[in-house]
């Protein structure tokens, strides 16, 4: 079990990882467009579409990747305080009865926008370039998709925590600086 959890662990990870460069795009398409706007008086027909698809991209396949790395918001004033099996019940329970029926609906509904967008090989509506966005609606259902599958990597830790008290380590990436410093501080100390 505990490979099945790091192989969808690692999958989500290098999804993220790969959906990372839409910043890069999405950063140079911005400054394109505005340079070629403000200095030449010649924007695009294609920048708006354009930057929506790669800022959505990156929005629909960041959801894998921060729940692989628990990097997702969390109330957790009361929450830390528990024990880990009552967290790793807490969570199992919340998984099973919130997150995946929210993830199969965004699955389901998104497998069927999308196949509807082939279908008539959907193209955007918001300027002149009629940019295909079809490609695009494609990543919802995958979202839904890579999210469920790191849901069961989360169920089996929660069952994990629920039987051994403690929870599984997580495959590292990258990390936010104050986790950093305080990791080095421990270290230290």
Not at 56 to 85: E, K, N, S, T, W
Not at 87 to 95: A, P, S
Not at 103 to 124: C, H, P, Q, T
Request: proline share 3%.
């Amino acid at each position: 079990m505990t490979k099945l959890v790091y192989w969808i662990e690692s999958l989500n990870i290098w999804v993220g990882r790969a959906f990372g460069w839409c910043i890069l795009i999405l950063t140079l398409s911005v400054t394109y467009e505005v340079v070629v706007r403000y200095a030449f008086n010649a924007p695009t027909v294609w920048a708006f579409d354009m930057m929506v698809q790669m800022y959505g991209a990156l929005f629909l396949m960041a959801g894998p990747y921060a729940l692989a790395q628990d990097a997702h918001v969390r109330g957790d004033v009361i929450y830390r305080l528990f024990p880990v099996r009552l967290q790793g019940f807490i969570d199992f329970t919340l998984y099973l009865l919130f997150f995946f029926p929210g993830m199969m609906a965004l699955f389901y509904y998104g497998a069927e926008i999308a196949s509807d967008s082939w279908r008539y090989k959907e193209v955007s509506w918001n300027s002149p370039a009629r940019i295909q966005i079809y490609f695009f609606k494609t990543l919802i259902p995958l979202a839904g998709f890579l999210l469920m599958l790191q849901g069961v990597a989360e169920l089996i830790r929660c069952w994990k925590a629920m039987r051994t008290g403690q929870w599984m380590e997580r495959l590292d990436d990258v990390r936010e600086t104050d986790q950093a410093i305080i990791a080095e501080a421990a270290k230290r100390a």
